[in-house]
């Protein structure tokens, strides 16, 4: 940044303050990714197929590697699964989008707007929308704030307008990634789970009662 301002002169300044805050949100990032790559190898250095019946044990497992508190009949449900892994990334990603009854161990959607597929595109879509109109936005409050200077405060009222703009597109993109889960995989899960929840009798009569369609 110093060279930035020596070659350029003050004029550099907002560009070289938004180059810095940029940086520094992209180091953050590959900084998070790396913590996940260690907790998942923390993962399987620790991973005890026999201390895994405890459920404790394992909910905090599955904690440290994903960052999401998942019930332990639920991980369980995730690893009888032919793809384990992909399972449990899945589900965790699902996780904050969902509402447990600790009562009846079933869980529902939290909010209406996910409630069919197509509310789910539509957010995928209003959120990518949302992206690219924020990342163009901080594009623009930058080049406008560099136009403007470090010597007037409308130019650092779009410096901030231009990182708050990054921000939030950062902010739809993670976001839209947790809804394309949901898409595809929300109500397969939210089945799966309280189908596994139901009372012993009632999954074997709806058993019978898929052999029957089957036989038909």
């Keep these: 940044m110093r060279e930035l301002l020596e070659a350029g002169g003050t004029g550099y300044l907002i560009p070289a303050v938004l180059f810095g805050l940029v940086l520094y949100v992209s180091r953050g990032l590959f900084g998070w990714h790396g913590r996940r790559s260690q907790h998942r190898k923390e993962f399987l250095e620790l991973w005890d197929q026999t201390r895994s019946q405890d459920d404790l044990w394992l909910e905090a497992m599955i904690r440290h590697w994903l960052g999401t508190y998942l019930p ?6 995730a690893m009888v699964q ?11 990603e699902l996780w904050p989008l969902l509402r447990y009854d600790r009562d009846t161990r079933t869980v529902a959607w939290l909010h209406r707007r996910h409630l069919t597929v197509d509310k789910r595109n539509v957010g995928r879509v209003a959120l990518l929308a949302g992206y690219f109109a924020s990342a163009g936005s901080s594009l623009l409050g930058a080049a406008v704030a560099a136009n403007y200077g470090p010597g007037t405060l409308s130019g650092w009222i779009y410096g901030g307008f231009s990182v708050v703009m990054l921000f939030l597109a950062m902010v739809c993109i993670l976001r839209e990634d947790t ?3 949901a898409a ?3 109500d397969e899960w939210i089945n799966r789970i309280n189908r596994s929840a139901a009372p012993l009798e009632i999954r074997s009569l709806d058993g019978d009662r898929d052999s029957d369609t089957g036989l038909r």
């Design 184 to 186: 595809v995989a929300g």
């Design 82 to 92: 032919p793809d384990k892994t992909q399972s449990l990334i899945d589900i965790s």
């Design 72 to 77: 332990a009949h639920v991980i369980r449900l």
């Design 179 to 181: 809804l394309k889960v």
